[in-house]
Structures are given as structure tokens and as C-alpha cells.
């Protein structure tokens, strides 16, 4: 089996992981190379495995672009991501986290996220390009 590490993003990781996102039909238009600062990325030696970003708020978090590539997906690649975001959001001091998601309701729900209302929302992910364009 292939160690897969999760690390912090970096600038360089940019086009990777936008590689990444566009290929899992995930929206990267309102993403930019600072944005990385906020990501953290699951690598395997040189490669890219896997990639999750952090849109931070006041008290809530925006969990965004969870995406793992194929080869990766059976090796617990996401779970590590979601568990490694969700301490990285503790340590930030946020209360919560919010997700927007077509169709990866069910993955979401076996690790404890649960359907709410969009107008539930707080404001500031409502104001979100994520949230209100794409």
C-alpha cells in the first residue's frame, strides 16, 4: 500500500489540485493560488491524492472541494482529508462546518454531516461565490 500523507497546501500545489477539482467536475473559478493557504493535500511521494479547502467565518467554516483522485479512493483518502480539516478548523476556534454538495450527501452523512436548509446557512456562507454562483 502507498503511504499517503496530509499536509498543508502551498502555492505550487495550485495547478494539482485545480487538476484535480476540474477533473471531479468540482468549481474552481473562484479559486486562486492564495486560497491554498486554506487547503490541506493528501500526497503520495510527488503526486497529488487528494485535496479539501477551508473557507473560514467568524464562528462557521465552509468545508469545500473534497476530492480524491480515483486511484486513491478505496485507501480512506476523503475520511483522513475530512478528519485533518476538522482539527484544522478546531484549532482555528470555528463552532462549526458547512458543506455544499450535489451529490456526496451520503459520504457526508456516514462521517456525521447532516442535511440542513440552505437559508440556514450563516450569512457570510451564504455570501460565498461557492454558495450564491457556482
Known amino acids: 500500500m502507498t503511504r499517503i500523507d496530509i499536509r498543508p497546501a502551498r502555492g505550487a500545489d495550485f495547478g494539482a489540485v485545480t487538476s484535480l477539482l476540474r477533473d471531479a467536475g468540482l468549481p474552481v473559478e473562484d479559486l486562486s493560488e492564495a486560497c491554498m493557504a486554506d487547503f490541506l493535500v493528501a500526497s503520495s511521494g510527488s503526486s497529488l491524492a487528494g485535496a479539501i479547502g477551508l473557507e473560514a467565518f467568524s464562528q462557521a467554516g465552509l468545508l469545500r472541494s473534497l476530492v480524491v483522485d ?11 482529508l475530512v478528519a485533518a480539516l476538522e482539527a484544522h ?5 470555528l463552532a462549526e462546518l458547512w458543506l455544499l454538495t450535489i451529490d456526496a450527501d451520503r459520504y457526508f452523512a456516514q462521517l456525521g454531516y447532516r442535511a440542513r436548509q440552505r437559508q440556514d446557512a450563516p450569512q457570510a456562507i451564504r455570501e460565498t461565490a461557492e454558495f450564491s454562483q457556482l
Not at 480515483?70 to 483522513?80: H, Q
Not at 478548523?89 to 476556534?93: D, E, P, Q, S
Open 89 to 93: 478548523a478546531r484549532r482555528r476556534g
Open 70 to 80: 480515483p486511484d486513491s479512493r478505496t485507501a480512506g483518502t476523503g475520511r483522513r
